[in-house]
């Protein structure tokens, strides 16, 4: 646990109570967690909430989003990327390193002890004595650096940087200035599947002076004095770097660096404290560092005129919202966007919006070849937006509904766990045939849905040697076992054909008794809750305790089983943060931590209810976006144990273990009474 320090503790036992201290949940955040090796594919670049840019270091080795917590050498400072994808992330582009010496693009050993992150800012000394300091607004990317007294100080600008096993397929400097330096960089995405094109201005401090360029970087030679500091305002648009300059001269021409990184810590806290909860320091930490993950993305690509680059490579314009890119739907539909929903529905409304945009300018399942930003794949977008719909967010149907049906068109039915995602889509295109009044569409869509039970009789209902092998049957990144019980749309149907629900419950028993499922893997992350839909919900809160406070066992990574399985929690505070081959996927995992540890879980995307569960933490105030309060109270024994004795609404006494989402935006106090 973190120690008060003792100056900070006086002020705080001399305070009345009117003078309190007021609650800053970005002091919580922890933005190591995560970072080290392959332990969540994380970093701790600076950025605001939803920011295009993420400014963070560059390590020697290089990690997926361009960090490794353990490595010793940094290549340099970048302006995006996104974490814990997969494959080596996105982004590294347009990176800046300062030295001290003969100018080289060497990498330079860093003082671990000096390093310093938090929600808006990193800060790092270099062994030469060089402080390097980031932070951000939305678009711009500000570096500061504090030079100890030499007469060979340099910096060396890469603006084709790009973490490894990506493509550069385009780049250029423009020109170069005074002390302003343009260009664009077009990349590979992620998992190398299309590109993106990224505009860029550089204005530095002062004026470019003793500079040359040697292969494709630019190297700047300069005299410092001791303490001097040297600045640069990096500006990213996907747009045109006339475009560039306009927003910053429109929005942050006034700005400089201490201002910046103030605004960057306001809106983290800002949004940050719509929940506010009590636990123990180490619980708090981890609560509000996941909870800051699973804000990073999608980001904010809109200019000062209220344009936005489309997937199809034209401008088009945004009157009345926000637009949003940099998507990687597959599992964020999961647990990220239904917990962003929740809590910040205005927000949601804004990705509704730009979601609207993606299928009417050109979605693609990966990404298509101009990409405004880095960004990974969108499949079962359709789940997103008719669970917004359902709870409460406004959908243009009309405006969307012939490409929704080209896209059930092209589902894949390549192999078993294809069939079941692709029913599930099926299904929520019949939901939403019936919303518009399509009972035709509606009717047709719900017949292809229910096709999947077939499918499930003959590769998941016999389970034998070979439902244990990692891509058995060309399944993707699972197990039979794993993927057997993501039937998340028909629950009723998936309990029918395990033979009943003493039968189901027994099955999915074995599953977790005998350390079948993979946390580290999405598949199956949604079992646990499975239970309580069984009739089982002592269950599902002995799982979700377990997996949340942990001592855990899990036997596989990524693609293969183990030999020897990892023992110990899976959600720690350090900076091996998962077990090892466990991605956040870009905030999944993270959601799926927020969620389940205020004891609520969207187990059917698509339908406007929550799971419960006992919260592990004693209480959970989040306000609403109007004005109201939900709270949820434990009443925790001093045993220990999470086990529910009753759970009361409002003063009323519950009959189940579930929860409307009408219910929660109404406000209003969901006790636990706990055994």
């Known amino acids: ?23 800053d949940p970005v002091s919580y955040v922890d933005v190591f967690i995560g970072t080290a090796g392959d ?37 340099g400072f970048s302006h995006n990327r996104i974490g814990g994808v997969g494959c080596r992330g996105a982004g590294g582009n347009i990176r800046i390193k300062p030295g001290i010496g003969i100018p080289n693009a060497n990498s330079e050993w860093y003082r671990k002890a000096t390093e310093e992150g938090t929600p808006g800012y990193y800060n790092v000394t270099f062994q030469s004595g060089i402080q390097a300091e980031m932070t951000v607004t939305n678009q711009v990317g500000f570096h500061r650096y504090t030079f100890p007294e030499t007469d060979s100080a340099y910096f060396v600008i890469d603006p084709a940087a790009t973490f490894e096993k990506l493509e550069v397929l385009d780049h250029k400097v423009i020109s170069i200035n005074g ?31 003793n500079t040359w360029y040697e292969d494709d970087k630019l190297y700047w030679l300069l005299n410092t004095q001791r303490n001097q500091q040297v600045e640069f305002s990096v500006v990213l648009s996907p747009v045109s770097i006339a475009q560039a300059k306009k927003d910053f001269e429109v929005s942050y021409a006034d700005y400089d660096f201490d201002k910046a990184r103030e605004e960057a810590k306001e809106r983290w806290s800002s949004l940050l404290s719509r929940i506010k909860v009590k636990e123990e320091e180490d619980q708090m930490t981890l609560f509000y560092t996941h909870l800051y993950r699973t804000l990073l993305t999608p980001v904010n690509t809109t200019t000062t005129d209220n344009t936005y680059k489309g997937t199809d490579g034209k401008i088009h314009r945004a009157d009345g919202y926000t637009h949003y890119d940099s998507w990687s739907m597959w599992d964020t539909f999961r647990t990220k966007f ?4 929740l ?41 997103f937006l008719l669970d917004a719909y359902r709870k409460g967010l406004n959908i243009n149907w009309e405006r969307i509904y012939p490409y929704l049906v080209s896209e059930m068109d092209s589902l894949p039915y390549r192999s078993p766990d294809n069939w079941l995602e692709s029913s599930y889509d099926k299904w929520a295109m019949s939901q939403i045939a019936e919303i518009v009044g399509n009972s035709k569409d509606a009717e047709k869509y719900q017949n292809e849905s229910a096709q999947y039970r077939q499918v499930w009789a003959n590769h998941f209902q016999p389970i034998n040697d070979s439902s244990d092998i990692m891509h058995g049957y060309g399944l993707y990144e699972g197990t039979i076992w794993q993927y057997r019980w993501h039937v998340h749309f028909d629950i009723e149907g998936l309990i029918e054909q395990l033979g009943g629900r003493p039968q189901a ?22 079992a646990p809750y499975l239970f309580n839909a069984f009739g089982a919900p002592g269950l599902t809160q002995r799982w979700v305790t377990k997996i949340l406070t942990g001592p855990m066992e899990q036997h596989y990574g990524t693609h293969r089983k183990w030999e020897s399985p990892y023992q110990g929690k899976i959600y720690k505070n350090d900076p091996r943060g998962y077990f090892p081959e466990m991605d956040d996927d870009d905030g999944t995992m993270s959601a799926w931590y927020v969620l389940s540890a205020m004891g609520l879980y969207p187990l059917e995307i698509g339908k406007p209810f929550y799971e419960l569960t ?62």
Request: glycine content about 6%; aromatic content about 12%; proline content about 6%.
């Open 1 to 23: 646990m973190r120690s008060i320090p003792f100056l900070a503790l006086i002020a705080l036992l001399q305070c009345t109570p009117s003078e309190t201290p007021s609650f």
């Open 39 to 75: 332990n969540g594919q994380l970093d701790p670049a600076a950025t605001v909430p939803f920011g295009m840019v993420k400014l963070g270091p560059d390590t020697d080795p290089l990690n997926h989003s361009g960090y490794n917590y353990e490595a010793e050498k940094i290549r």
């Open 179 to 209: 002390n302003e330096l343009t260009g664009f960089i077009t990349a590979q995405n992620v998992c190398n599947q299309g590109a993106y094109t990224t505009y860029f201005v550089l204005y530095a401090s002062e004026n470019f002076g």
């Open 338 to 341: 239904p917990l962003i929903t």
């Open 343 to 383: 809590l910040y529905p205005e927000l949601a409304q804004d990705f509704v919006k730009s979601v609207e945009d993606l299928y009417v300018n050109g979605k693609f399942d990966w990404a298509g070849f101009h990409e405004p930003v880095p960004t990974v794949r969108t499949e079962h977008t359709i789940l």
């Open 505 to 526: 419950i027994e099955q999915l028993s074995y599953f977790f008794d005998h350390h079948l499922y993979n946390h580290g893997n999405q598949p199956d992350i949604h």
């Open 614 to 675: 006992v919260p592990i933490l004693d209480e959970i105030h989040i306000t609403l976006n109007n004005g109201k309060t939900f709270e949820i109270i434990s009443d925790k024994p001093d045993s220990g144990k999470y086990t529910v004795e009753s759970v009361t609404l409002n003063g009323t006494k519950k009959t189940d273990f579930r929860i409307h989402h009408s219910v929660i935006s109404e406000g209003g106090l969901l006790k636990y009474n706990l055994k």
